[in-house]
């Protein structure tokens, strides 16, 4: 050892607590040994931690993974749910939803260089609109289960029922009943009236006396008992014989039956007479806003909406009835044992025979009504209020032959669709709908209804409830609605004409038995007409019409008629001459078109004989 290096050693002594200096002890050879065991065992340590780190590595992958496709499982469900909450769920249908079905916007239209509508000879599917939010997505929040209301909270202890005096104009038929209970099937249960006390009061008003004949009285001869439609009723002697667990829900609760058969009557039937009861001056005769909406069979219907497409037609209806009173819930009994009661504080009864659509109403009522409606549905689908197509973009043709049901079917609905889309001046933009519900890409949702309203500018179809869906057209557009006399009056659409200001031919001479017979067929009544056919020529004539301005200057399908479409009917390249051809304001005078012989129904308005075109349409 160098002398260096043992100085240095020297200097690193420790001290004794003695203070006398220690030269530390040098290892030996075993304890050299020892160490180096050690550090052998310390690398094997080392490596068995590594492979328990790798193995918790993959463990850590493996759940990371199966989380992974359990979350995309749950979103793709969640996402198939609503996609698939219509009953034509085919992944062809779900492509052409998202593919094939938007129309182009008039700003666009007007922007663009290129042909603005294409081949007018092409069937296109309507702009649909996803069911988006869904019908169960709309309802989120909304719905109230009535086992979260605590039983006998406040609950009078001289619970009597009590039937509203009716002081609605022309008695119109909603009725209010107080402190009244009901099962979970809907029976009613009156406390504390006698049957003989409840038929004197009800006989004093026609209008509930109908009601309560066809939906609450299932024991009397009149009543449809072997109909689902009655629920029945029932009384109580005295509240002291109440069950000793009965919730009491506070305020206003509107019962809607709907139609389960129908939805377009659903509408006009069940729903409008809540619809017309928010308007004045039935919002103040009947209890107003409303707090709830008990909905008959409403969970067993949410449940059905899933692949029902009526069902969920239904329920859209409902929701946007529930817009007009904005902080009303839908109370769910489902839950409830069929001998379960639950008293309302104020119930308004379901109205299913007191009106159709406006009969009994005058129009300062029925307008103001129907256009909140059509609003609360605008708002609902998140869209704005629609307009008439203008040129260049043709006129939008949407044509129903009632393929779909089962009378008053037109039997040559495809010839009819071929001549119309040979029209070239203006040339239509026709829609054949029952060819999209053939093929599976429009089944009649209320989504799809709306969007296609809106962008039909001429409806073209035979007489039926079906109508109603003209409320959600652009103000302005016509309705041909093909008439089959002695057999079908006009039903429902002349209130929606007025509302919405459409231009409405009701006396449509379109309607034949036969092909080359005009003469009226045999029928039995409104819902037993036969299946026809369309006298082509007359509905040529019945377009022609369309010419004619009804509203000055906001009538905006005149236009077409004078605009010049011959740079455009080139780029289609038609092949055969066009039946009809009419150029310039005079040619509505000439021998083709007689306008003596027509009437047009236009918000109320009959206009008749020859109008000439304002001046101030005549522009470019």
């Given amino acids: 050892m160098k002398s260096g290096s043992s100085t240095s050693s020297l200097k690193n002594l420790e001290r004794s607590p003695s203070g006398k200096n220690i030269i530390p002890r040098i290892p030996s050879s075993k304890s050299f040994d020892r160490i180096n065991n050690a550090g052998s065992g310390s690398t094997t340590m080392n490596g068995r931690g590594r492979e328990q780190r790798q193995m918790f590595a993959k463990r850590r992958i493996v759940t990371f993974g199966a989380v992974s496709l359990l979350l995309i499982f749950f979103i793709g469900e969640v996402s198939l749910q609503k996609l698939m909450v219509l009953h034509t769920w085919s992944i062809q249908s779900l492509q052409s939803s998202y593919c094939n079905c938007q129309f182009e916007t008039d700003d666009s239209v007007a922007s663009s260089d290129e042909n603005p509508f294409g081949n007018h000879t092409l069937v296109r599917p309507p702009r649909i609109i996803l069911s988006y939010p869904s019908v169960h997505q709309s309802f989120a929040g909304r719905v109230r289960n009535i086992s979260s209301i605590s039983s006998n909270s406040s609950l009078p202890k001289n619970l009597k029922t009590s039937i509203d005096k009716n002081t609605n104009v022309f008695h119109f038929g909603l009725t209010t009943v107080r402190s009244v209970c009901m099962r979970p099937n809907g ?12 038929r004197r009061q009800v006989a004093e008003v ?8 066809s939906t609450y009285n299932c024991s009397n001869s009149n009543s449809k008992s072997s109909n ?34 129908n939805v377009n009557h659903n509408f006009g039937e069940r729903l409008w007479p809540h619809i017309a009861g928010h308007q004045f001056p039935l919002n103040e005769t009947t209890p107003h806003p409303i707090d709830h909406f008990l909905v008959h069979r409403f969970g067993e219907t949410l449940d059905q909406a899933r692949h029902n497409a009526e069902r969920n037609t239904l329920l859209y209806q409902i929701r946007i009835l529930g817009r007009l009173s904005h902080n009303a819930d839908f109370l769910v009994v489902d839950e409830l044992k069929p001998r379960d009661l639950v008293c309302y504080e104020s119930l308004i009864l379901a109205c299913a025979t007191c009106d159709q659509f406006g009969d009994k109403l005058g129009s300062n009522i029925t307008t103001p009504a129907l256009l909140a409606y059509r609003k609360a549905a605008f708002n609902y689908f998140r869209m704005r209020e629609p307009k008439v197509a203008l040129p260049p973009r043709p006129l939008r043709v949407t044509f129903y032959g009632r393929g779909d049901a089962k009378a008053r079917r037109i ?5 009819v669709v071929d001549h119309l889309r040979n029209w070239t001046s203006p040339p239509l933009d026709v829609l054949f709908l029952d060819e999209l519900m053939e093929k599976g890409v429009f089944n009649l949702s209320l989504p799809e209804v709306v969007s296609l309203m809106s962008e039909t500018d001429i409806l073209i179809t035979p007489y039926g409830a079906n109508t109603w869906a003209a409320l959600f057209m652009p103000k302005h557009a016509a309705v041909i609605e093909v008439n089959v006399p002695p057999c079908g009056p006009t039903t429902w659409i002349e209130r929606i004409a007025e509302a919405v200001e459409l231009k409405v031919l009701t006396k449509s001479k379109a309607g034949a038995s036969s092909p080359g017979n005009t003469s009226s067929p045999e029928c ?88 000439s075109l304002p001046a101030r349409i005549l522009g470019p």
């Fill in 187 to 198: 029976a009613i249960v009156m406390v504390g009236m006698t049957e003989s006390e409840i």
């Fill in 228 to 261: 689902s439609s009655c629920v029945g009723f029932e009384t109580i002697a005295a509240a002291k014989n109440l069950p000793s667990k009965v919730t009491w829900v506070t305020g206003t609760t509107a019962h809607i039956f709907p139609h389960f058969g």
């Fill in 524 to 611: 039995k009544g409104v819902l037993e007409t036969p299946d026809f056919n369309i006298n082509i020529a007359e509905l040529d004539r019945d377009i022609l019409h369309l010419a004619l301005p009804l509203f000055g200057n906001r009538d905006t399908i005149p236009r077409h008629w004078l605009h010049d479409w011959s740079d455009i009917i080139e780029e289609f390249q038609v092949q055969k001459e066009p039946q009809i051809h009419i150029q310039g304001p005079h040619a509505l005078s000439s021998s083709n078109l007689n306008l003596h012989e027509f009437e047009i129904h236009a918000g109320g308005t009959q206009v008749c004989g020859l109008l």
């Fill in 411 to 415: 039997r040559n609905a495809h010839q």
């Fill in 206 to 213: 026609p209008a509930l006396q109908n009601e309560w004949l």
